[in-house]
DNA sequence: GAAAGTCTGTTGTTTAAGCCACATTTTTAT
DNA sequence: ATAAAAATGTGGCTTAAACAACAGACTTTC
């Protein structure tokens, strides 16, 4: 993996290359590849190791014994995951971390991070870093709760496709996920969440094909 | 405020007094008393401040247009609030902050952590301070969705209590919610909650009155 | 290009949550 | 102590979501 690829990232911002490398080097990052529909970080296990998703994207999931999926985050490239558990490296996860794609992953020991504090360093950096992404993180999550607080189902794809055409300012974008994954999103059943999909488009409120939407106003 | 007071916090975890003084004074700290109810923090506002909870308790909420209530999450003394606000001070919150009951409510402008960076200060211990509130308040938000991911009534129930029971290590604890902010906070219907309710105990699954709750096992 | 597999949408039935009106209990105020 | 107010619980009706079974469309693979 090129450095030039990292500089770009959130968390590496202000920093030099030589500074990337040597917290490269510092927090033992290692880079592997991973199988569209693996899950390889397992809900009840620790982890001392975030992850940065270098292509392809992942998804935060929780599965119940009673087989029901829950997806909490998607997680696309340039972006970050566990690194709540690795920073908590005391912590069970909650969820599972599964490949939506074939997927090169980048996996940092932030533990690291504490040992011998030189100021100035990229440690420093670093952790104000962190610190930003963790804080977007908590949005994610507060959004996702928005989206699910609504009863109905047709509440909840509003509040969704909303957030998302506002996330990129225009009324037509498609969304990440396909009809399963946005049930599981949603905490709603695939099947009605299709019908509702149908009768919103047959009113005119919105249009959409596969992953294509497009809001209408009235 | 009395800075003895505050050496407890793990935003002053590892700080001297005197550099608990400087931070206040840094980051123009300022007490506040707030009267039970009020929402002093709103929904579309920006933030500068980050609040700590020194007496009371606090609701984070989210009303909306049609008045559906959400509670996202209850924040007790010693507790943090409204940082992932002040940290990012350009978005607006989605949420209002509400008094559950009077209040002693201290701000911390922490935008000027950033500014006169000078190492070995109180503003680093103060920085990794931020970073592990910011993980753990990742964690409660996580963990509230998992308690509204079940479908049902019973199950979100179930699923808020053990966990309850397990933060107290015992079966037998008290909630912080009454009956409509327990609604609130999983997203059900309060009158069905109390039929719920009223049918688990008659199972023999958890005995309760008013706020005590008791999980009995098979 | 045929076959297998995946994804999406349809119909109909069952079940449970939402909701209204009201009864009962508990708390607060005077 | 009594009245007023707030919190909690009950019964019954309505409605919408869950679920199961299946049909059609679209992909992928060989």
Redesign the interface.
């Known amino acids: 993996m090129i450095s030039s690829e990292l500089q770009k990232l959130v968390l590496f911002r202000n920093m030099t290359e030589t500074e990337i490398l040597d917290a490269l080097r510092g927090l033992h990052s290692m880079e592997k590849h991973i199988k569209k529909g693996s899950i390889f970080l397992h809900a009840g296990d620790t982890t001392n190791a975030m992850g940065i998703v270098l292509e392809g994207s992942v998804t935060i999931e ?1 599965n119940d014994m009673w087989g ?1 999926k ?1 997806i ?1 985050s998607l997680v696309g490239a340039g972006q970050y995951f566990a ?2 558990y690795a ?2 490296p005391d ?1 069970p996860m ?2 599972d971390v599964r490949a939506n794609e074939d997927c090169r992953i980048l996996f940092l020991y932030i533990g690291y991070l ?1 040992e011998s504090w030189s ?2 360093s990229w440690k ?1 950096k670093i ?2 870093n ?3 992404i ?6 994610q ?6 989206h ?4 109905s189902c047709r509440g909840r794809l509003l509040s969704y496709l909303n957030s998302i055409s506002k996330q990129k300012h225009s009324l037509e974008f498609d969304i990440p996920f396909d009809r399963q994954q946005l049930a599981d999103y949603l ?1 709603l ?1 695939r099947t009605n969440m299709s019908k509702e999909l149908g009768k919103m488009q047959n009113e005119g409120i919105i249009i959409f094909r596969k992953n294509h939407f497009k809001l209408i106003q009235p």
């Not at 963790?134 to 949005?139: A, D, E, F, Q, Y």
């Not at 999550?141 to 928005?146: A, D, E, K, T």
């Open positions: 929780s029901n829950t909490l690194e709540t920073l908590l912590e909650l969820v504490s100021s100035g420093e952790l104000k962190l610190l930003l963790s804080s977007h993180k908590n949005l999550l507060s959004g996702r709760s928005f699910t607080s609504p009863k905490n059943e």
